[in-house]
């Protein structure tokens, strides 16, 4: 059975159209608007093995936050919706990404609660014209609506871009990870509790 969702959102600050598969090779098709985020997403969907179809039109002449912030939710109603009742999934997942000087550790459990726990500080304002504080704001919103505990924190490293890259990348093996079938648990929901 296909794990894939389709959502379309619409606000007076952004549009959003995206198309996710769970079980697929890495391919992504993505215009945020956004360059250095389309860069982070491309990412994710290569090291989570995703398949990424992803078009958002937002108010941009304002600043960038809505639209990332809204890519966020989307994609993490996306998750949800593909992994339905997380029957048969692994649940926990974690990575640990090196980028050069730059270490980021990403953990994950499908808990059913959306919950971020971000220490990932970068002394740079801006990465091309994206400011990285909305990187915080991205997975809050995508861990928020996937509903999913996420923690990511910085172990090493100064340089933005490569802290940015290895938080994104982590958080991809994270997913990776978490969302895989369990072959131990066939059809099993891995909660005591019958219910994620």
């Given at each position: ?70 890519v966020g939710i989307v994609l993490g109603q996306a998750l ?84 940015a890259e290895a938080s994104f990348k982590s958080v991809a ?24």
């Amino acid at each position: 059975m296909a794990r894939s969702a389709t959502i379309h959102r619409e606000t007076a600050e952004t549009h959003i159209d995206l198309s996710l598969e769970l079980d697929g090779s890495g391919r992504s098709e993505i215009d945020t608007g956004i360059g250095f985020l389309d860069h982070m997403l491309t990412a994710l969907a290569r090291h989570a093995l995703f398949d990424l179809h992803l078009r958002a039109e937002g108010d941009l002449h304002v600043d960038d936050h809505h639209t990332t912030e809204d890519v966020g939710i989307v994609l993490g109603q996306a998750l949800a919706q593909a992994l339905g009742d997380k029957r048969g999934v692994t649940r926990f997942g974690h990575a640990v990404v090196p980028m050069d000087e730059a270490l980021v550790e990403a953990a994950i459990d499908l808990s059913g609660r959306g919950f971020l726990a971000w220490s990932v500080p970068i002394e740079r304002a801006k990465i091309g014209t994206m400011d990285t504080e909305l990187f915080e704001e991205f997975f809050r919103a995508l861990a928020a609506n996937g509903l999913f505990t996420l923690h990511v924190t910085r172990r090493a490293g100064h340089n933005a871009h490569h802290l940015a890259e290895a938080s994104f990348k982590s958080v991809a093996r994270a997913l990776r990870q978490a969302v895989s079938p369990d072959p131990r648990a066939a059809e099993a929901i891995p909660s005591t509790k019958g219910v994620l």
